[in-house]
């Protein structure tokens, strides 16, 4: 499978780094250079000697998306630090370059979840945290 | 007509202040304090503080009941988001979205938010105008509809040029509106005849503008100053 993933930040470049791992093609964007390091932290082998590819662009250049191989990705992971970013460039895999799977990370739940109902596979990780929250004050069974 | 502003910087802002003016009632959001501190001493209630891409923002400043969305914060995303939302989700069928990077225009029609404006754009357009040796100036482009209206400075040897308009075929899907002359504007009849120098204004089909050039320069190329 190749898997695009824009924003290499502490879940992308974690998820980055899994899928590689588990035998995928893994190409990566994000707009900062640095961002690179957190890839080839904690690995024995570079990213690149890895097999895995980096492109420097924002998430809204579609010269940078073509470049990390867009056109032929099978799964899109938009996982950048804003919400409405990430809605935005998911829907642009989805309708301007037919990506078939386009996985998208939102924040803020209600945003998640009309989205969700629009058809893309939104993951909340406040959601998440908010549930576990709530378990964890449930009393404990005696 | 009830219309919501997000984003109150100075376009936001003398938006408000113009719909207003004519009767209008507006509420601008605006997700930075400072900016909302800044507003509400001039548009009081009428200024609300929040980020509008978030759903509780929108309903609490009553988008349910807005007719016109006007989107013109400093982030393309953030227009684009709130627009979609706005239509997709509130159904409100009219919204107007601030194109801040002209690169992402493409992104706004991919998500089909019309009309969307870029100041930068404008400016071109306008620069078109002052500028003679353009020779063909776009005036509006209507993309759902499919038409443009264009002007264009006849040159003194094109070959249409002491042609009566009736005799002049023009390709399908093109016609004249009007002709500009000694300052002046008028709606040409059959019989009106072109002249070098006058200024013909067009309704057409996108994509027909290099066949149209033909008509009116000599060469088939826009007109030089």
């Not at chain 2, 009632?25 to 503080?49: G, K, M, N, P, W």
């Not at chain 2, 995303?77 to 989700?89: G, P, S």
């Not at chain 2, 003679?132 to 094109?158: F, K």
Request: net charge negative.
């Amino acid at each position: 499978m190749f898997v695009l993933i824009v924003g290499a930040g502490r879940v992308g470049s974690a998820v980055a780094k899994s899928a590689l791992a588990a035998g995928h093609e893994v190409s990566v964007v994000d707009e900062d250079p640095l961002s690179h390091e957190r890839l080839d932290a904690g690995q024995s082998v570079g990213w690149e000697d890895a097999q895995g590819q980096f492109t420097v662009g924002t998430a809204l250049e579609i010269d940078a998306l073509i470049e990390a191989g867009i056109e032929r990705a099978d799964v899109f992971i938009a996982s950048t630090d804003g919400d409405n970013t990430n809605l935005i460039i998911a829907q642009i895999a989805q309708k301007r370059f037919g990506v078939e799977r386009v996985i998208v990370r939102v924040m803020d739940p209600a945003r998640a979840n009309w989205y969700g109902e629009q058809g893309l596979h939104t993951i909340s990780p406040t959601k998440h945290a908010i549930e576990m929250f709530e378990r964890a004050l449930q009393p404990e069974p005696a | 007509m009830y219309a919501i502003i997000v984003g109150a910087g100075k376009v936001g802002r003398n938006l408000a202040r113009e719909l207003i003016v004519r009767g209008h009632e507006v509420t601008l959001i605006d997700s930075s304090r400072a900016c909302y501190l800044a507003i509400e001493e001039e548009f009081e209630h009428a200024a609300q503080y929040g980020d509008a891409t978030e759903l509780w923002v929108l309903e609490r400043s009553g988008i349910q009941r807005a007719d016109l969305v006007i989107a013109v914060t400093g982030d393309d995303e953030d227009n684009m988001l709130v627009c979609q939302v706005a239509r997709e989700k509130y159904l409100c069928d009219r919204v107007i979205a601030r194109v801040n990077n002209p690169r992402n225009h493409d992104h706004f029609r991919l998500l089909g938010i019309q009309p969307a404006v870029s100041a930068t754009d404008l400016i071109l357009r306008l620069i078109e105008h002052e500028v003679p040796s353009y020779g063909l100036v776009h005036l509006l482009a209507l993309e759902e509809e499919r038409l443009e209206i264009i002007e264009l400075e006849v040159s003194a040897d094109a070959p249409t040029v002491g042609q009566r308009l009736a005799d002049i075929t023009l390709p399908e899907g093109s016609l004249i509106i009007s002709v500009l002359r000694d300052g002046a504007g008028f709606v040409p009849k059959p019989d009106t005849v072109i002249e070098g120098g006058d200024e013909v204004l067009l309704v057409l089909d996108p994509g027909l503008e290099e066949a149209i050039t033909a008509y009116f320069t000599p060469d088939g190329r826009p007109a030089q100053a």
